[in-house]
């Protein structure tokens, strides 16, 4: 069984943290050693040695570990020249995460995947504190702790639920059984398994953990939970939900594409509010993890009404935006990592013309900019156009209210588009862009950085100009649903697009000899220019912030500071900001009601052992009763 | 043949693109009662900048020099895959999703321009220009709703002998219509949305951004202005217009009704003042919303 040699081998690597080159070395060849299993999994080299009675990997969950084994290597990799903070600590916990994550996808019973989504979930909180020394890392590490348990006792009701109505915990058995459930039990199981895996893939408005922990943890570890670690739910969701349970109530596809079309718009709404690069990005993870959803809206649907073709753009949709997304993704936290070490603050107000001085990680991040904001030729443009194609397949041939309902997520899904670019604009321009708005310091990026960045942009590069490889992968990745793959994303002609486009945009650039060209100061309307006059991160958003002021509902105060305010003031104090609904709406109440709650358990929660000694007597007494 | 037609096609959309744009100029002119700059004004002026020495701001970068080039580059792709005959070779890219996403990848790039130009005006354009555009993406695919339900499909390629079957009626047509104009306006940096003729801080969007450049990649960017304004009213007429029976006729009558539309785009910038900025999201959600009640209307009247 080649699987359980990787798992063990992983708890062998994280014995060696104390060593640094050495561990670092172990958890490459690890990430490499998964990506592997991937691949014998993909392209069936290998089947016998990976099936097994607790863990196999069908060709879905090979996907999985495909997207898995790439971040995990690449962040691997980029491990070596990046300095953190208690480095001993983090390769102690990253081979246990690498391990349950890889056992999550593997799992063949109920057992095997609580245990190793619980070591994922515990591993991964005690890598977002690494940095437990700084302020407010502590808190965020909780708040993702609470969540990630919810998210766990979800997930386990409803398993619970789907193994006592099939008398058996295996997966094999639900695959196979699961079909002929009734339609009422199954909506029951959807919904409590389908809020486990969106509490995990954060989505609106279970989000709100995300860009609190992603930001706080080291880049390498931001990398693998955006790029590998939400994706799971996207994998739970896939296969037990939309596989295993086939045929489910028409509320679910409609609860899916609602869902997609309020994580995309608000997430990335939210993200151009954000000065602080890594929270930028993780809003952006739940803007993807929505449009993900939609292409698995498309999915069911398709499931329901009997219609394969919709079936099968639907899942390449998802599933090709889960490996582009998991590229690119955590090829724009690497980057954030990189300008950190670089200058030392991921303040986007503090920053500007890194261009200059770490020139390859700009590049890196510009070809993330443009993949994440699906531009050609990379390959978010053709995730992105394949979620289209599927939403606009509905909008014929259907129903008018279902029409209209796929038109208005299409449009929803054009709106976050423009606004994703909007945001990456912002980005890369703030950013790396125009003159540095402050001083601040410039350490050396080690070339083992910026390497990994660079292959993970040509990565994204060479799936968008090549995609047809991977589209017949993942369209024959379920026997049952296998349509003619190649048509799916005809009539695009990638290939031809992506070359015309490049030669022409090189073309172009010799005729205007682009290097002949003189520096002369920029214009200031006559005034000596200064670097504060560029528009900042704020002041580019701000016409969003005003058209979109219904959502942000932003506020504002001007205050007097001094000795005699009110009519000498010293000195004005700014403030603004935007309010944030779901905490203040959703979560504070929720948290009120939760201690108000416990406040009435302690009258019955004393503390001696004799009571609760009692109270398991008591329990039995009545189990006992009940059962006679 | 298919393929002549094609490429005669796009480089005549090329080439005559300052020529529309002239020609709305001119209109404009003379319904102000001024006699205006000649037509060809657009090919004198793009000699003479391409011909002057280019010069780059201060702590600009290579984005900022080669953006033009990039944004004219998918300009250019745009144009090629209009059927300018009525339909387009099939080993061709003709995918009407490609457009749109081409037109982000030129907004994209417009604005890192602006960004890398160092200066107030650029930053400004640029969140102009990428606010407009988070605006004219839904409100495009909106206005291209009736066809969705129609064609059911993605490319350009049938979408005009698909439509010529079907008898709508005049009022999903005229609605539809109105909507694309309204986005066209929007998108070619027209009035009421955008004014091309002012260098006025309060008022410029696209100006804006390009405002550092000068020399030849002013001048690319002039060509990229004209050759969108071309492509975009192309297309509408593409599977908005009447279809005749060889594609060297269709060829002939997209460019006449080009250049019917660049002198009625004359007219509407002499009528209409300029929007202010945040009334232009109403606007283009108007846009969006007539494209959306064409769209209802051939919907519940049971064509599908």
Redesign the interface.
Known sequence: MLIVWVLVSGLIVSGFALQRTLSTSLTLVLSLAILGLAVLGLWGVWTPALSGPELALTPLRSWFVLVLGVVAAMSSWYRFGYRQHDEAATAFWLPIFLVGMLGVIAAQTVWVFMTAWEVMAITSFFLVVSHHDRPGVIKAGFIYLVMSQLSAMAILSGFLLLAAQLHSMHFTVWAAEAKSLPLGMKSWIFGLLGLGFAIKSGVIPFHVWLPRAHPVAPAPVSSLMSGAMIKLGIFGIVQFLLIDLGTTSMVWPIVLLTAGAVSSLLGVLYALMEHDLKRLLAYHSIENIGIILLGLGVMDLGIDWHRPTLTVIGLVAALFHTLNHAIFKSQLFLAAGAVEQHTGTLDMEHLG?L??TIPAVAIGF?MG??AI????PFNG?IS??LT??GL??I???SP?LW??FA?GV???L??T???A??C???A???IF???PRQQVKQAAVPKSMSWPILGLALASLGLGIFPGPMVRIIAGLEPGLSVHATMVL?????L??AV??VA??????L??????????????CGRE?A?S???SSS??????R??FAFIYQPHRNLARAGRYPRDFPARLVYRGGTTPTWERYLYRPGYRLAWTLSQYSTRIQAGPVRLYLSYLLVTIGIMLLALH | MLWLVQIIGTVLAVALGPLFVGVAQTVKARLQGRKGPSVLQGYWVLAKTWHKETTVPQYSSWVFRLAPSISLAALLVIAAMIPWGDTVPQAWPHNLLAVFFLLALERFWVGLAGMDSAGTFGGLGASRVTTLGTGIEPALLASFGILWVLSGHTSIQPIAPELERMTLGVLPWGLAALSYALVVLAEAGRLPVDNPDTHLELTMMHEATILEYNGRFLAESQVGIAIKLTAIIGLGWVWLGPQLGSPWANLGLRLVEVLLSSAGLGWVESRFAKLRYFQVPTYLAMAAGIGMLAFYLVVSGGIT
Do not use: D, N, Y
């Not at chain 1, 904001?373 to 050609?376: F, N, Q, T, V, Y």
């Not at chain 1, 022409?504 to 650039?509: D, F, H, P, S, V």
């Not at chain 1, 005729?511 to 200031?524: G, K, N, Q």
């Open positions: 013309g261009v200059r510009v900019s443009m904001s699906a531009l050609p443009f992105e156009w289209f194609r606009l397949s909008v014929s041939h008018a029409a209209f038109l299409a449009l929803v054009g709106l588009g423009a606004l670019g909007m990456f604009v912002k890369s321009g703030v862009l125009g003159q005809l009539p695009l002609h990638v031809t697009l015309v486009l022409a945009a090189a073309g172009l650039a005729l205007s000899r682009f290097w002949e060209a003189r520096e002369v100061p920029r214009w200031a220019a670097p006059m560029q528009f002041s580019f958003t701000k016409t969003v005003t058209t």
